[in-house]
């Protein structure tokens, strides 16, 4: 098919997630590092090193990334967007798509800072995008068309799986899967350090934890079977894993992590009904 992204694509912000599209984005090829126009707030030398590492251009004007800029993927956190759009805000033209990867921040609360006529876009992706397999939701503003869906589904769909949701199960996706790699590295840390407590080397242990979990991940993703049938053929009669998996029962792990991933979800409602108040809370 041919390709839709032929112009620039612009990033306000430059930190964790940035660098995980962009890589991501430019091992497919979807993106030629010169269409990409990188900026942030003022560390000049992050935007160097990512110039070196990637060649993708750098820019200290906002106002010019906007300008130049086909896709502006707001990518500053969510208590730094209306700041953002009250710097730069009436410089998108119509046409132009901002594709907003703040958490929490609703596509109405965009459109109420640019023209009429922005197409705004929501994705809420994960750190995945790096590798390629990034879990992203989408969701469309009221005046994205099926065109700006189609682009930012193939900048997007080029680092991992792409699902539309509607807007109002946005701060979920970011819940589960937005924070979900976070949630799984916790886990890979705990199991390398009991591996090394039961007297694995590190190396050992952190190899055999990796392999684990990848083994189970493609078990997973290529039997389609469900998850506790996998668990139960695991699990033998008085065996081991019976025994580790009732400590694991007695400690209320499922419950701490059905816990954590609601009151992540609760944290993305919060940070979008009060941007201003969220920058007091959380501080930078
Ligand atoms: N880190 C992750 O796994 C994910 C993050 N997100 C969202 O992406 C956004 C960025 O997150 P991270 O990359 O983790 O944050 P980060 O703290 O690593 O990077 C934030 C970037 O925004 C820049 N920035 C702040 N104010 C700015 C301004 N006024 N103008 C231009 N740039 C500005 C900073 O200089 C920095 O480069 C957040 O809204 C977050 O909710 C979404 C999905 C996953
Ligand atoms: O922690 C955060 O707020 C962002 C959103 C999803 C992942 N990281």
Known sequence: MERMLTGNVGFLGAGAIAEALIRGMLNAGVVQPE???????????????????????????????????????????????????????GRFRPGQIVLSLAAGIATSFIEERVADGVMVVRAMPNTSCQVGESATAVCLGRAATP????????????????????????????GLSGS????????????IEAGEAVGLAPEVARALTLQTLKGAALT???????????REQVTS???????????LREAGFAQALISAIVRATERSRELGRMPAQAATEVGD
């Open 147 to 174: 065109e700006a869906m189609r682009l930012v589904t193939e900048m997007l769909a080029s680092v991992g799986q792409v699902y539309t949701v509607p807007e109002e199960q946005m701060d979920a996706v970011t």
């Open 180 to 191: 979900g790699p976070a949630y799984v590295y916790y886990i890979v840390e705990a199991m």
């Open 35 to 89: 269409q990409v126009l990188v900026s942030n707030r003022s560390d000049r030398e992050r935007l160097a090193d990512l110039n070196r590492r990637y060649g993708v251009r750098t820019a200290g004007s906002k106002g010019y990334v906007v300008d130049v800029c086909q896709v502006v993927v707001l990518a500053c956190k969510p208590k730094d967007v209306a700041g953002l759009l009250a710097e730069v805000g």
């Open 237 to 247: 009669p008085g065996g081991t894993t019976a025994a580790g998996l009732q400590v």
């Open 220 to 230: 997973l993703a290529t039997t389609g079977a469900d998850p506790a049938v996998l």
